[in-house]
């Protein structure tokens, strides 16, 4: 199978090229490695490629060509869902050699459909920052210029889906964590509903503020994923609505200052809803941001902190500067100080902030904003934290580019981030779009419209497959 050929095929197109026996599954497997091999090199999305691509039998009867992703080659992200016996690491030095204990239902959901799993994408140091450079694997680059940081957590799904090494990847979001590397490499991602998508074999993960999904290129990808993955009664059958009520809001609740560029993506996103038929206004909800930074600290703080505790029984390691970053080895420290008492008080915080939340909802159906205040970090520029950073500290990093994704994972509506718009430099901006509880066949919809009248899918960015295979082909 030509280079560039597969790259340029989404999910649903590879599926239907099987299906159709233009291709087999070992071809595109081999398409797949050979893309990682020749373009990964200057991107560092992929940690770990298996010798051997990992899938189950078809059940008994059944044919997984039939299937709408069968054959489709993906990636799973080195935190969050797991198969036993596959390495999850968190990309950190204090989690080097662990294995999956137990098998993630969304996984093997994917892989009773008949999709291909490759090897593991690179995250930040347990995904603590949105910005990828490990001390075990090095930075993760968005294809569009290699100064740039993919973003994070999910940014080796980003990534590796932007530069056309595989059309889907897996990726877990528990403040942005999908959204915010989609934007800063110029692909969808989805953050579902809360409880839409299973968690299994937890019940639960980060109080509830972390969803499973994948990034993709395409609406249809994430369509048809979205179908496969969600739970039984998890989909809204509600009639669309004809005269959806739009709010957008361009000014970041924390407080800090937000590009002009991406602020201006955001406007004419809203503008374009206005044009087919919404009511636009110029609004958002209104929440006490200190309170919710006050939880989110707190909670993630604790769950980190209990997290690093068992890595390190796991490893026989210390917690320490030779086996964990700055960064996270702060948010470790921050955690020693916090009791039983905080995380009732962070609870009680979350459940107002949550509230304040929900009422905006009540009156509007979909909420425009930037995803991010602005565009990804250089490398030489980004802020990773201290060792010697504080509650404070760490809250106003969180905060630097969480501020509009942030509060949907407290609140658990739907929110997606399309690449809607390009930098005067040429990066990529993400536009999101957040949603009433279970709307996500109309954020969808509303996503397939503007994919149609802003086609991103045909974009290729100076690090892609198909790009690096041309140069070399003229050398």
Known sequence: MDLTEYAALDAVGIAEAVRGGEVSRAEVADAARRAIALADPA????????????????????????????????????????????????????????????????????????????????????????????????????????????????????????????????????????????????????????????????????????????????????????????????????????????????????????????????????????????????????????????????????????????????????????TLEPHTLAVYHAARNLDAGSVLRALDLADLVREQLAVFFDDFDVLVTPTMPKLPDTFERAEVGRLDDGPDEIKQLWASRGTFTDPFNLSGNPAISLPLGTSSTNLPIGVQLVGRWASEPSLLAYAQRFEQALPWAGRRPPLHVSTIAASNRTR
């Not at 691509?53 to 054959?71: E, H, I, K, Q, S």
């Not at 294995?99 to 996984?107: A, I, Y």
């Not at 989805?190 to 999904?213: A, C, H, M, Q």
Request: net charge negative; charged share 15%; hydrophobic share 45%.
């Open 43 to 322: 991107v560092g999305a992929v940690i770990e490629l298996f010798d051997e691509p990992l899938a189950l039998p078809a059940a008994p009867g059944a044919r997984t060509t039939d299937a709408v992703l069968a054959g489709v080659p993906f990636l799973i992200k080195d935190i969050g869902a797991t198969l036993s016996g596959v390495g999850s690491e968190a990309c950190s030095r204090l989690a080097a050699g662990l294995t999956g204990e137990r098998d993630s239902q969304l996984v093997r959901a994917l892989l009773r459909a008949g999709l291909q799993l490759l090897g593991r994408s690179a995250t930040s140091e347990f995904a603590l920052l949105t910005h990828t450079d490990t001390a075990l694997h090095g930075p993760t680059r968005t294809p569009w210029n290699s100064a740039h940081s993919a973003g994070g957590s999910s940014a080796g799904a980003a990534a590796a889906v932007a530069a056309g090494l595989v059309p889907v990847a897996h990726g877990n979001d528990g403040g942005g964590s999908l959204r915010i590397p989609a934007s800063a490499c110029g692909v969808i991602g989805l953050k579902p509903t809360r409880g839409s998508i299973s968690l299994r074999p937890y019940s639960d993960v980060g109080f509830g503020w972390v969803n499973e999904f994948m990034v993709t290129r395409t609406v249809r990808d994430t369509a048809a994923l979205f179908d496969l993955l969600a739970e039984p009664g998890a989909i809204s059958q509600a009639p669309p609505v004809r005269r959806p009520r739009v709010g957008y809001w361009v000014h970041p609740w924390s407080g800090v200052a937000a590009s002009s560029e991406v602020a201006d993506v955001a406007g004419a996103a809203a503008a374009m809803l206005g044009e087919w038929g919404a009511t636009v206004s110029e609004a958002g909800p209104r929440f006490s941001w200190e309170a919710f930074a006050e939880a989110q600290f707190v909670l993630f703080a604790v769950l980190h902190r209990y997290s690093v505790d068992m890595t390190a029984a796991a490893t026989g390691r210390t917690p320490g500067p030779d």
